[in-house]
């Protein structure tokens, strides 16, 4: 079996029939780097930045911030590295920048906290641009955007501190910037979105959360929480028809990724990338690489004419048996 993934490790994640796509990793610290290099990671399609700050006791400086994002870049070089701006609020919080809510999941969270505190954005998104210098390949990627005016705010921002990096000498790239779709209003709005940005990311966590109004850390209501739901799927669909019409790459980072049967399903849609656990990666990729594309897409057809999450599922692993 180890031969066997080390073998894997060197192939691309392609179908029967010549469809490539592209399997990266969802990253928070350094140690997850190397084991995504074992696996046979393409990139970093998630690096969860607030992971570093939760370890703290105050804000990390931009300095402190810089030396922790140039190791990610420099790990992964060539290989893109997509940085998500700091997702606080929901259930993560910071002890030493508490925020108490009634509903924290539907409070300030992710791009609201920082547009509001732009002094907190502009450190991290300078420290993340000139940790890039003579790397360039550093994506940055917003979380929790809802819809065209936050993505404007926010790249006026980022563009201002690309601009100051460079008044300080720093020879950098304006590098791309992009959407995490995981706010339902944000999956109406996909082809706007996808005009301004230069890619997509569905987070599949708190879109199935926020779709199904299904808290996603509650055990009461686990059983309703199902990325599978024909509703979930259908919007799926949506995000990568719109990105593609606007001729933008889109990518998915929630667990539904890094789940075999429901990859075959994303690969069916039309996603450019997975990204996942690299626990995930050698599963998904040697089941991507069993199938056909056309293979996936008749599975597709048959699925989202079922209505029932667990049919749709019994489905899907009755295809994966057929895989062994
Ligand atoms: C998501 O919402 O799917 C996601 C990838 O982000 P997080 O789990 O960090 O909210
Ligand atoms: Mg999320």
């Not at 339902?184 to 979105?193: F, G, H, K, Q």
């Amino acid at each position: 079996l180890a031969q066997g993934l080390s073998q894997l490790r060197e192939l691309p994640c392609e179908t029967t029939d010549g469809h490539r796509i592209d399997l990266w990793v969802n990253t928070a610290l350094l140690a997850d780097v190397k084991r995504a290099l074992d696996r046979g990671a393409e990139g970093v399609g998630l690096y969860r930045t607030e992971v570093p700050f939760m370890m703290r006791d105050r804000f990390p400086s931009e300095k402190e911030q810089l030396a922790i994002y140039r190791e990610h870049l420099q790990a992964f070089h060539p290989q893109p590295v997509t940085m998500r701006t700091l997702d606080i609020g929901g259930d993560k919080t910071l002890s030493y920048f508490p925020i108490k809510e009634e509903n924290p999941f539907l409070g300030w969270r992710g791009i609201r906290v920082t547009l509001d505190h732009p002094e907190i954005f502009l450190v991290q998104v300078r420290a993340m641009i000139k940790a890039s210098e003579h790397l360039n390949n550093l994506r940055i990627l917003l979380p929790m955007i809802s819809g065209p005016q936050e993505l404007e705010e926010a790249l006026r921002l980022i563009h201002r501190a690309w601009a100051e990096v460079r008044e300080e000498g720093c020879d950098v790239p304006m590098p791309p910037v992009g959407v995490m779709i995981e706010v339902p209003a944000a999956v109406y709005l996909v082809r706007e979105l996808s005009r301004q940005a230069d890619f997509l990311s569905v987070g599949s966590n708190d879109l199935t959360q926020y779709l199904l109004a299904v808290d996603r850390n509650n055990p009461r209501v686990a059983p309703l929480y199902d990325y599978l739901h024909p509703a979930v799927l259908a919007a799926l669909q949506t995000v990568v028809n719109g990105a593609h019409a606007e001729g933008k790459p889109v990518s998915i980072c929630g667990e539904m990724a890094g789940d075999p049967a429901a990859a075959l399903l994303l690969l069916a849609m039309g996603f450019d990338s997975l990204s996942m656990n690299a626990t995930n990666l050698p599963k998904v990729k040697w089941l991507l690489r069993q199938i056909s594309l056309q293979d996936a897409r008749e599975l597709l057809a048959r699925v989202i004419r079922i209505d029932n999450p667990q049919v749709i599922r019994s489905t899907l692993q009755l295809k994966l048996r057929h895989f062994g």
